[in-house]
C-alpha cells in the first residue's frame, strides 16, 4: 500500500475516503431490504441498535484518538531528529574552522559533501522507503581526518575533543534518523483499525429509516467522517513519505549558511 504515498497529498484523500463512502453506499443499496427482512427490522429496535452503535463509536473513536495522536508524535519526533541532525553538522563545521590548514579544508569539504548527499541523494530515497548508507563513508572519511590529527598545544588539544565530541553527536543523530525512516505503525494495528471502520460503518445498516434516501445520507456522512480519519493516520504514519513528509529544509539552510559559520571567510 506504500504506493499512496506516491499520490499527492489531495488525490491520497480522495482514494482513501472513496476507499470508504462507495462500498458503504453500494453495500447499503444491495443488502438494505435483505437486512430488514432478516432481522426484522422496525422502528422498535432502532432505541437498542442506537445503543450498540453508541457503544462501538466511542471504542472506535478512542482508538482512532489515539492512534492519530501516536502517528503525530512520531512525525514530530521524526521533524526533530532531522532539525537536530542539521543543528550537529553546524556545531561540528563550526568546531573544525579553529583547525589549521590542511585539516581545516579537508574537514569542511567532508561535512559540505555530506550535507549534498543528505539533501540529493539520501533524502530522495527516504521518500522510498530506502536508507542508502553512502553517509557513512562520507563520515568515516571525515573521522579518519580528524583522528590523524596530532595536536601540538593544548589549544588544540582542547579543539579536537570538541570536534571529537559534536562528531559523535552528529553520528549519534543521524544513526536514530536512520532509524526513523523505517517507522509506523504495527500491521496489527491496521488490521484492526480498518476492521473497525468496517464493522462500524455495517452497524448503521441496522437502523431502521423510512426513506432509502436519508439512510444513503447518514451512511454516506459517517463512512465519509471515518475515511478522513483513516487519511489522516495514513499521512502522517511514514514520516518520510509522501507530501506531508519531513522536508530536508533544516539541512538546506545549514548549507547555505556554511560560509558564515568560519570566521576566515568573513569579508569585513
Keep these: 500500500m506504500y504506493w499512496i504515498y506516491d499520490l499527492p497529498t489531495w488525490a491520497m ?3 482513501i475516503t472513496l476507499s470508504f463512502l462507495l462500498p458503504a453506499l453500494l453495500g447499503l443499496m444491495a443488502g438494505r431490504t435483505w437486512i430488514y427482512r432478516t432481522f426484522r427490522l422496525s422502528d422498535e429496535t432502532n432505541e437498542s441498535v442506537n445503543g450498540f452503535v453508541a457503544g462501538a463509536g466511542v471504542l472506535y473513536g478512542l482508538l482512532l484518538g489515539l492512534v492519530a495522536v501516536a ?3 512520531n512525525y514530530d519526533s521524526a521533524n526533530t531528529l532531522a532539525s537536530k541532525e542539521a543543528s550537529s553538522i553546524a556545531a561540528l563545521y563550526r568546531d573544525v574552522c579553529a583547525f589549521p590548514e590542511p585539516e581545516r579544508g579537508r574537514l569542511q569539504d567532508h561535512l559540505e559533501k555530506y550535507l549534498h548527499y543528505v539533501i540529493d541523494v539520501a533524502w530522495p530515497a527516504h521518500r522510498r522507503g530506502e ?6 563513508i562520507i563520515l568515516s572519511k571525515f573521522q579518519g581526518v580528524l583522528a590523524a590529527y596530532q595536536p601540538t598545544t593544548a589549544n588544540q588539544q582542547g579543539i579536537l575533543s570538541e570536534a571529537l565530541t559534536a562528531f559523535n553527536k552528529l553520528v549519534e543523530a543521524r544513526r536514530m ?3 526513523s525512516v523505517a517507522t509506523g505503525l504495527p500491521s496489527v ?3 484492526v483499525i480498518l476492521a473497525g471502520a468496517v464493522l462500524s460503518i455495517a452497524l448503521t445498516y441496522t437502523f431502521h429509516l423510512p426513506a432509502l434516501k436519508t439512510h444513503l445520507l447518514l451512511t454516506g456522512i459517517f ?20 507530501e506531508l513528509s519531513v522536508s530536508p529544509g533544516s539541512y ?14 568573513q569579508i569585513d
Design 223 to 242: 463512512s465519509l467522517f471515518v475515511g478522513f480519519l483513516i487519511f489522516l493516520v495514513a499521512a502522517l504514519d511514514n514520516p518520510f513519505r509522501g
Design 177 to 179: 534518523r536512520m532509524d
Design 252 to 265: 538546506t539552510l545549514v548549507l547555505q549558511g556554511l560560509q558564515d559559520l568560519d570566521p576566515a571567510k
Design 189 to 191: 494495528f491496521w488490521v
Design 71 to 73: 502517528t503525530w508524535q
Design 13 to 15: 484523500g480522495i482514494v
Design 131 to 136: 536508507v542508502p548508507r553512502g553517509g557513512t
